[in-house]
């Protein structure tokens, strides 16, 4: 059976504690997309420091706080893509401007009107590059134990800084997998 074989659009990606990579080290990876040709996600809790309206100034008033782009990803760290959350009752299949991803989520094409999309969505997230895996290449990972396949939910695209999401995502795991939200950053502090 293959590794990743849990993983789908809208299931996260926790970084295992041992994974210590600089780029996704404690981090929580929303899956966009994962077939046969691979995948890509966005990483959920890295702000940058800049700010979307210097970058996408019709976007900048309508993202959530902080209004920062988000580090997606050491993948084209030039490309932007753009994660909505819509409001509960708006069809993701009819709504302009969107490309469905999971639920209520959705792909946000930056190329559309922003004041026609705002109304319909609860938040947008703006991330710079992506995290992306060739055929199993991330199923190469999981099976060496570096990252937890979960289940993700809407409401974490949206989770502002200051909240630990990699944390937050672990302990609501059954057990034993919710244990692991309590180690620590640096053992050596421990």
């Not at 959530?64 to 959350?85: E, M």
């Not at 069809?91 to 009107?113: C, N």
């Not at 026609?116 to 992306?132: E, M």
Request: charged residues 20%; hydrophobic residues 40%.
């Amino acid at each position: 059976m293959r590794p990743d074989r849990e993983v789908e659009p809208g299931s996260l990606l926790v970084a295992s504690p041992k994974l210590l990579d600089s780029n996704f080290r404690r981090t929580v990876v929303y899956v966009i997309d994962h077939r046969g040709e691979g995948t890509l996600g966005v990483v959920l809790n890295r702000p940058s420091e800049v700010a979307v309206h210097d970058v996408l100034p019709a976007w900048g008033p309508y993202v959530s706080r902080p209004q920062a782009v988000f580090v997606g990803g050491p993948v084209d760290q030039k490309t932007a893509l753009c994660l909505a959350a819509l409001n509960t009752g708006e069809d993701v299949g009819s709504t302009d401007g969107v490309i469905a991803v999971r639920g209520p989520v959705a792909m946000v094409d930056l190329d559309s009107d922003p004041e026609a999309l705002v109304p319909k969505v609860r938040g947008l997230r703006v991330f710079a590059g992506y995290a992306g895996w060739d055929v199993n290449q991330l199923g190469g990972e999981i099976e060496r134990g570096d990252w937890y396949v979960v289940a993700g939910l809407p409401g974490d695209v949206l989770t502002p800084p200051g909240i630990d999401l990699w944390g937050r995502v672990l302990r609501r795991q059954g057990m034993p997998l919710a244990l692991q939200a309590s180690h620590p950053g640096d053992v050596l502090r421990n």
